[in-house]
T-cell receptor
Framework: QKEVEQDPGPLSVPEGAIVSLNCTYS??????FMWYRQYSRKGPELLMY????GNKEDGRFTAQVDKSSKYISLFIRDSQPSDSATYLC?????????????FGQGTRLTINP | DSGVTQTPKHLITATGQRVTLRCSPR?????VYWYQQSLDQGLQFLIQ???????AKGNILERFSAQQFPDLHSELNLSSLELGDSALYFC?????????????FGPGTRLTVL
């Protein structure tokens, strides 16, 4: 079983729609949960970061974590064509002095004007 | 622009050869990370250096090695290259070594092995 499962898509929605992206994970040691956005031919950039169960909101983006179900989500409200990118979930265990991020496969998202 | 620079942008080489990828972290960052991104494996962590010392290792092949120099730039050396090593190689940096530090990614080096 893979440590992280993420549907690669592609996912195509009309502008203004609410987008839901999801990942499941199996490693109970993961304590930090992240979403990265990667535009074509660019490096990933951190979008959202959380370490507890519940919701975290930042503008049009909401990250949701359910540790009991080992499930994380990213919601994008009022989606814009500029949100078209690949979204990667990422996880980090609590290893003192080291970071070993484990990424999902990435979901390719297209917002159609 | 993340502030992390990587050279070269593109590299085309033949099987069996050796290449060196270079990364300069953001100003003030002490940690450097290397990742490999391929279509089938996704984005995979290779290795982390903190202030010149190796801190964490992922699924890095024995044919691959890295180092971080006193000026904090890092190099990833790939030897005895195989077709399957064709991928995007990203470098990231963070301020320290805490596992909560944000990693900032460079633009990547696209390696093609023919």
């Amino acid at each position: 079983q893979k440590e992280v499962e993420q549907d690669p898509g592609p996912l195509s929605v009309p502008e203004g729609a609410i987008v839901s992206l999801n990942c499941t994970y199996s490693n109970s040691a993961f304590q930090y949960f992240m979403w990265y956005r990667q535009y074509s031919r660019k490096g990933p950039e951190l979008l959202m970061y959380t370490y507890s169960s519940g919701n975290k909101e930042d503008g049009r983006f909401t990250a949701q974590v359910d540790k009991s179900s080992k499930y994380i989500s990213l919601f994008i409200r009022d989606s814009q064509p500029s949100d078209s990118a690949t979204y990667l979930c990422a996880f980090n265990g609590a290893i003192q002095g080291a970071q070993k991020l484990v990424f999902g496969q990435g979901t390719r998202l297209t917002i159609n004007p | 622009d993340s502030g992390v620079t990587q050279t070269p942008k593109h590299l085309i080489t033949a099987t069996g050869q050796r290449v060196t990828l270079r990364c300069s972290p953001r100003s003030g960052d002490l940690s450097v990370y290397w990742y490999q991104q391929s279509l089938d494996q996704g984005l995979q962590f290779l290795i982390q250096y903190y202030n010149g010392e190796e801190r964490a290792k992922g699924n890095i092949l024995e044919r691959f090695s890295a180092q971080q120099f006193p000026d904090l730039h890092s190099e990833l050396n790939l030897s005895s290259l195989e077709l399957g090593d064709s991928a995007l190689y990203f470098c990231a940096s963070s301020s320290g070594a805490k596992n909560t530090d944000t990693q900032y990614f460079g633009p990547g080096t696209r390696l093609t092995v023919l």
